[in-house]
């Protein structure tokens, strides 16, 4: 399964501590055992409104109450109030 060597990095399926699974291998050549497995985190970017923007049309609005908990609740409205 030399295949994959040397390639751009791959998304992985974990299956438990020491298993995990690949995209579909049918087409590779016999899996013989061994090799190693590299956790690389691969970059992605992300946008951001500006702080001008975030003042006039803050995001907290759009978090729903059931995802707070109730110390996060609490301080989200005492910061709204005081606000």
């Known amino acids: ?8 990095p791959r998304p992985i399926r974990v299956i438990d ?3 995990f699974s690949i995209e579909n291998t049918s087409g590779f050549g016999r899996y013989t055992g061994g ?16 702080l001008e923007q975030s003042y006039r ?14 110390i996060e609740m609490h301080s ?6 005081d606000w």
């Open 17 to 19: 501590d020491y298993s």
């Open 57 to 70: 049309n803050p995001n907290l609005l759009k978090i729903p109450p059931s995802k707070l908990s109730q």
């Open 1 to 8: 399964m030399t295949e994959i060597n040397g390639v751009d």
């Open 76 to 81: 989200a409205l005492l910061l709204y109030f």
């Open 35 to 50: 090799g190693f497995a590299n956790y690389e985190r691969v970059p992605f970017i992300v946008k951001f409104q500006s």
